[in-house]
């Protein structure tokens, strides 16, 4: 149940193009869900890289064609994994970052608040690392760039 809840609003999304990703991810998840003590992070939060980038990867629509930001990547996965009232704070939080073009640092504030130990140091690392790039690369790209650990 848990799974269909997380995985159905990709293929509601139209995610098809992306079914070589899809199994990979989800027995990734199934695995996050034993390793990860069901106390430490909210399930929907239970992210491995693999699907991390498979919910960015169905942001497709949510996104200009063509290049864009990775501040902008980034604020649409987070107000996709997150729901309800917490949804809506960091929605509203990264509006206001957003128009004090500081987005790239709310992006790691969140990070930072919605992970613990490990994987927020490796986010917040990767983000660090993209600051002074010129912000603009392929989706593929930008994704492996912030969630799986890539440079270039």
């Known amino acids: ?30 695995f996050s869900l034993i390793s990860v003590p069901s106390t430490s992070i909210p399930p929907r939060l239970c992210l491995t890289d693999s699907v991390s980038f498979l919910f960015l990867h169905s942001c497709r629509g949510d996104l200009d064609e063509g290049d864009f930001d990775l501040e902008e990547v980034y ?42 130990g490990f994987m927020a140091r490796k986010h917040f690392a990767n983000i ?12 593929e790209v930008s994704i492996f760039s912030l969630f799986l650990g890539g440079g270039d």
Do not use: M, T, W
């Open 75 to 116: 604020a649409v996965f987070l107000q996709k994994i997150v729901r309800g009232f917490l949804g809506r704070r960091i929605a509203n939080r990264l509006k206001r970052l957003r128009e004090q073009s500081k987005l790239r640092e709310a992006a790691a504030l969140e990070i930072q608040r919605q992970y613990r």
């Open 128 to 139: 660090k690392y993209n600051r002074y790039d010129s912000g603009k690369r392929h989706l």
């Open 1 to 30: 149940i848990i799974l269909f809840y997380i995985a159905h609003p990709l293929f509601v999304r139209g995610c098809f193009s992306s079914l070589p990703f899809v199994f990979p991810s989800l027995f990734l998840f199934s």
